[in-house]
């Protein structure tokens, strides 16, 4: 075979593309934890800056009165905080609108984790300094190794102290150099002792709990190994983009399944922290079932928030339809070359899993060569406790109006087969009664048919089997035929449930494709941009059941140009938003990472040519703006 030449391997476009991007450059200053003198090395590193004749601001320092830290301070620019009002107080937050009308070459931004106050225009510190970098500026900054969103669950472990304020992973991986502030824990503890972290007081309890030598080791190794993992990303990157060559193997690929578990977050952050090790390409996906309309609210904002959750650590997020979770999820696994797929232990008792079947042996038996991994994370609420198992809506489990019906469709079933007593044989009856099991599925569903078997087995013993009316059954060769009624019975009702719960899915979908054709003709019907807009609005108002606004750009701003039901006026909130929404091409208000106080959410509207305007959602319900299903709607809309 013969060998490439040097001569024959170019760079890559696309590698060179992002290494010339015009876009600040961040670097981060790691610690294990708070006290090992991240904010006096940073300040440090931008005095030796300063004296090279770079423009250096600071955003935002805690000093948090240390001498030694204040004085590097000395001949460096502070931009004065703005003052947001929040309940009676005044609260100090870093100026973004300062800072980017100064527009340095570089910013000192201290501890990026720090939740801004209610009424900024990010809630995180964080998306302060994504929109910096947007601008081209070049920032320092400080982050501990606790605040590591995918790491959550692991330092939880570890100190017994659930950490609040969270990073998504994605900000270090975005970020051009990480530097770690290494210290060893006796030094820290010794630091802890001399008053240069805590006061006396708060030091000693501090060294009795999270600063334990134990604690400190785990998270010393936790940063290092985070900073290894980015270096090695770096050097990968550096390869391809000098088209250097190396081995390149066939890398792992890395699906993780998402449900309405509540412990889909943890799982979540596992996968990232799996993939981080493996350094493979990972997604997040979620199979929509007939069972997943008839999910509640709370088990589908479950499902939404772990993949936003999984969005913002960098994965790739795919929802499907599907008849069956684990067939869906090997299908999809095989055809996109997945080699490993995680999933949550099962929280369903025993007795479920051998009646209803397993979704996590149904992937272990045929997952072929794929690895199959069992996680066994439990979430947790807030106060420690587990959180209640999720409950399927009053669909799943009907009101009392399916189980009377089931009673009625037995109650007839007995009546009928009084009445054909006379000319049938006793074992022909039972069929007179598995009709009204059938009956029931049809009409309500698993439970409510469950509930007719039951009464029908009662009923069928007690009226028709010698000795009547009792429930002794005098010949054994009746209890076998009682017995294998109730298993058809079982069998029969669980069959025509899932038929149902599928043709209640089919008509969804083909309910779904009849309003996006008669959109379709509706826009090749109208004849101006005002009936085209109108006709928009209308038909995603009906299909996504939301209150929605049209706005394009009019001039140096945007304006609204339709809406349904019509709306021509946005609060000041609600239009701040969306004019942040057209400048910067992303999301924005209700239920994003900025703007979130605003009343509606607003996306970009998309076409092959780029943005050309924005869409404003709105409904009265709590909770996420966009199911899964919806956010797919919407896709086919803008396509």
Known sequence: MEERSNGDRRPSPDALLETTRERGHLKIFLGAAPGVGKTFEMLATAQ????????????????????????????????????????????????????????????????????????????????????LLAAGIDVYTTLNIQHVE????????????????????????????????????????????????????????????????????????????????????????????HAISGPWPAGERVLVCVNQDPSGPAVVRHARRMADTMRAHWAAINVETPRTARLDEPGRDRIAEALRLAQRLGAEVVTIPGQDVADAVLDYAQANNFTHIIIAKSRRPRWAELAFGSVTQRLIRHAGDVNVHVIAEQAQAPDGKQPPRGRRSHHDRPALAGYAVSLLCVAMALGVGVLLREFLAVSNISLVFLTAVLASAILHGLWPSLFACLLSVLAYNFFFLPPLYTFTIADPENVVALFFFAVVAVIASNLTARTRGQAIAARQRAKATEELYLFSRKLAGAVTLDDVLWATAHQVALMLKLRVVLLLPEGASIAVRAGFPPEDLLDEADFAAAKWCWEKNRAAGRGSDTLPGAKRLFLPMQTGRGPVGVIGLDRDEPGPMLGPEQSRLLNALAD
Do not use: C, W
């Open 48 to 131: 030796a800056k300063r004296r090279e004749g770079v423009n250096i601001v600071v955003g935002v320092v805690e000093t948090h009165g240390r001498r030694e830290t204040e004085a590097l301070l000395k001949d460096l620019e502070v931009v004065p905080r703005r003052q947001v009002e929040y309940r009676g107080r005044l609260l100090d937050e870093m100026d973004v609108d300062a800072i980017l009308a100064r527009h340095p070459q570089l910013v000192l931004v201290d501890e990026l984790a720090h939740t801004n106050a209610p009424g900024s225009r990010h809630p995180k510190r964080y998306l302060d300094v994504e929109e």
């Open 150 to 241: 995918s790491l959550n669950d692991v330092v939880a472990k570890i100190t017994r102290i659930r950490v609040r304020e969270t990073v998504p992973d994605s900000i270090l991986d975005r970020a051009d150099a990480i530097e770690v502030i290494d210290l060893t824990p006796e030094d820290l503890i010794q630091r802890l002792k001399e008053g240069k972290v805590y006061v006396p007081h708060q030091a000693e309890r501090a060294v009795r709990h999270y600063f334990s030598p134990g604690n400190l080791t785990a998270l010393r190794e936790l940063a290092l190994r985070r900073t290894a993992q980015r270096v090695d990303e770096q050097m990968v990157s550096y390869m391809r983009s």
